[in-house]
């Protein structure tokens, strides 16, 4: 593709280096380094206003850091060669209503610089790669939610970038569409593609990132492999989850007995062996509490989340 | 419960700025602009400039120039105005100069006083043989020859009594018949007519100047359209450059809305991270805008010459030049009022707000020289008063492309300052 021959693909695909960006006195981004390698898909999970789609703008160049870099194969994020080289799916549904899928593909095709059979190559890839084909010549307002969401995606797709940046975008989708576009990322990242998947939704990132950072209030507050994580946070332990009927109070006390916390009457603790649970369960029996249900886990990145900043993802 | 429907709206209408500037600022902008327009404050009615030629260098003819010229509603020229400041005086006016001052749109009137008016100037009747004053009209403006007749009458009555009394006592003379003595008396009363009036012109013309009666009839006057006379219909071509601009603003600030969807969408922001910049993107839409703008004109003009007749085609040439200028400049004006503003709603009350005054002021709602000299020169800060001018002189007055300078110019003007400014303005769109 057009520029990205005068960029060096032996250098990293994607290096953020230190970040900083303020908001007046709000710091956004404070600190955040970051790699993606080629074939590789980074998450960044983290709750609605954690600075992932900050991280995400400022490696676009639509927001200027106070400190640090970004840079795409070597080149500053601002610069042609980048922009030639990363392709951007912003949260919101960044298309052009009024004119049909194709047109659209066409319009954001022509934005960077394709034309004649090269254009016409990319837009039949990508209505293909979105599953739009059947519906090129309908005007994308009267889409679906999904398919809106599946042209956002292709839309920033036309120019076969390197790096994609993925800005959580199955907002608003049902689960069959999201699954779709769950294929289709894979897809890209088994071509080689550099992938950053913004998102929320831990079951997201376990499924399509390969390493996942955790951001929360601008920083990353770890980040590995989703095993890594949970190994960081909880070892070998397992979780095990216990509900009970009784007064609240009890309940947290008894909780906090044994290192717990207490989620809607649901205990929750972290226990080496699952000999453990019976010790636990007399106790509460002893202390007057009525076992409803008892589950033995894994745990997951909901769980890392919450260890590490005592607030659920979704807060 | 009522109440409570009533104090929601009223709450909506408070956070509404929009419609706020809408409900109240607008129609007090409306009432002044009227107000001034017709309401003729602070003595500011408007002055019909008059061009006069006096072949006859009589007495009696220059006595009607110099009460011409003390008539507060008129502006007397006599000769063209100087090109440079130090430039020697251009010559008088003749009667094919004055002819050709008209057709240019210099003065809605030119007044010829031939040889010979001085030994007749006054007729009684149609029939009462004085010599005939020639009034060159330019038709778009109905009202200055109007005024100018009335005026030549009250003027031929307070400058000439000599001339007049002359007159009437030859007709008493012709018809009833004097004796040796009584003509005897006549003449010495004449004589010191002529002594008084010889003593006291100037402040016997200028003291009479506020009667409105015309006097039909003293002076013998004879109009002559001479540009628009041979129009099918007269003020179609006004009309559809007026109406025309006025929609043009609106259609305009309406198109260059879409930056503010976008932004709103986070499409612009999409596209600016591609290899668009801010400027080809502004230019890019200044360019659809302008072509859109003009072939709006288009429509206009095709159908002014359907239905009503225009004489579209002879004038393409400068129908062209015109057009895409006045498309410039209104798309550049759409583009800035997009970018200043911050939503849909604030740019729907500016753009209401602005063109309305502008659309009233530069003359889409009624013709600039209705209005008083102040509004008329306020006028010329506006897209409109331009683009009326331009297209008044294609089609109303046959000129040739390169008479348009001065119009071309200043749109082109307007256009590339207001996109300097709308391209600075975006720069909040650029980047965090």
């Known amino acids: 593709m057009t520029g990205i021959a005068q960029i060096s693909e032996t250098k990293m695909p994607l290096e953020v280096r230190s970040l900083v960006k303020r908001f007046g006195d709000l710091v956004a981004v404070n600190d955040v380094s970051l790699t993606v390698r080629a074939g590789e898909c980074l998450g960044l999970l983290g709750p609605n206003g954690a600075g992932k789609s900050t991280v995400i703008r400022s490696i676009v160049g639509r927001v200027v850091p106070n400190s640090g870099s970004a840079t795409v194969f070597g080149a500053t994020a601002d610069s042609t060669e980048a922009r030639m080289a990363l392709g951007w799916v912003p949260q919101e549904l960044a298309i052009y209503p009024r004119i049909s899928c194709s047109e659209n593909l066409g319009a954001f095709g022509r934005y960077y610089g394709l034309k004649g059979r090269a254009l016409k190559d990319a837009i039949g890839w990508c209505l293909k790669w979105a ?75 376990e499924r399509l990132c390969d390493r996942i950072a955790i951001i929360d209030h601008g920083r990353v507050i770890a980040s590995g492999t989703k095993d890594e994580l949970v190994r960081e946070s909880f070892g070998s332990c397992s979780q095990v989850l216990a509900r009970f009927k009784g007064e609240h109070a009890a309940i947290e006390a008894w909780a906090a007995r044994h290192d717990g916390r207490v989620t809607d009457s649901t205990a929750e603790f972290t226990v080496e062996q699952a000999t453990e649970i019976a010790r636990l369960l007399d106790d509460a029996a002893k202390a007057g509490l009525e076992l409803e249900d008892v589950s033995l886990r894994k745990p997951n990145l909901e769980s890392v989340f919450l260890h590490l900043t005592g607030r659920e993802l979704r807060d | 419960m009522i109440l409570h429907v009533a104090k929601t709206a009223l709450t909506a209408l ?122 060159l009209n330019d038709q778009s403006d109905s009202i200055a020859p109007q005024i ?96 025309g601009v006025m929609f043009l603003l609106f259609t305009a600030s309406g198109s260059a809305g879409a930056l503010l969807d976008e932004a709103e969408s986070g499409t612009l922001e999409r596209v600016l991270s591609t290899r668009v910049t801010m400027t080809k993107l502004l230019a890019g839409k200044l360019v659809f ?81 209705l209005m008083p000299e102040a509004m008329q020169n306020a006028g010329l800060l506006t897209i409109n008063a331009w683009a009326i001018d331009g297209f008044t002189k294609v089609f109303w007055r046959d000129l040739p492309v390169s008479a348009l300078w001065p119009q071309v110019a200043v749109l082109l003007a307007i256009g590339v300052v207001l996109f300097v400014v709308a391209r600075r303005v975006a720069r909040r769109w650029e980047v965090a």
């Open chain 1, 131 to 205: 599953a739009l084909e059947d519906r090129q010549d309908e005007v994308a307002k009267s889409l679906s939610g999904g398919m809106k969401r599946r042209l956002n995606m292709a839309a920033g797709m036309m120019h076969r970038p390197k790096v994609m940046l993925f800005d959580e975008p199955t907002v608003g989708v049902d689960p069959q569409s999201r699954n779709r576009i769950f294929e289709m990322i894979e897809a890209l990242r088994d071509e080689g593609m550099a992938i950053i998947y913004t998102t929320h939704y831990m079951e997201e990132a």
């Open chain 2, 14 to 135: 408070r956070r509404d700025r929009g419609a706020l500037v809408l409900s109240f600022v607008l129609p007090l902008a409306f009432f002044s602009i009227f107000a001034v327009i017709f309401g003729g404050q602070h003595d500011s009615t408007p002055k019909v400039n008059l061009i006069v030629v006096d072949e006859d260098r009589s007495e009696a003819s220059q006595d009607l120039v110099k009460a011409l010229k003390s008539e507060k509603s008129l502006v007397v020229k006599t000769k063209p105005a100087a090109e440079k400041k130090n430039a020697p005086a251009p010559a008088d006016y003749t009667a094919e100069t004055a002819e050709v001052a008209v057709k240019a749109g210099d003065a809605p009137v030119a007044l010829i006083i031939p040889q010979g008016f001085g030994q007749h100037p006054i007729a009684f009747g149609p029939e009462g043989g004085g010599s005939e004053l020639q009034l």
């Open chain 2, 148 to 243: 100018v007749v009335g005026l030549l009458q009250k003027a031929a009555m307070t400058a000439m009594p000599a001339s007049m009394a002359d007159e009437g006592m030859k007709y008493a003379d012709k018809y009833v018949g004097f004796t040796p003595e009584q003509r005897k008396k006549v003449d010495a009363d004449l004589q010191a007519l002529r002594d008084e009036e010889a003593r006291g012109r100037t402040s016997s013309a200028s003291g009479a100047s506020e009667a409105g009666d015309s006097n039909a009839g003293i002076v013998a006057v004879k109009t002559r359209a001479v540009v628009g006379q041979d129009k099918k219909s007269p003020m179609i071509s006004f009309y559809a450059a007026a109406i």
């Open chain 2, 289 to 369: 805008n302008t072509l859109l703008a003009f072939v709006q004109l288009v429509a206009m003009f095709l159908w002014g010459w359907a239905v009503f007749h225009l004489d579209f085609f002879s004038h393409l040439p400068g129908f062209v030049v015109m057009g895409l200028c006045t498309a410039f400049a209104v798309a550049a004006f759409g583009m800035l009022l997009a970018s200043a503003c911050h939503t849909r709603a604030q740019l729907g009350a500016l753009s209401t707000l602005l063109i309305l005054i502008m659309s009233s002021v530069g003359g889409s709602m009624f013709p600039r020289f």
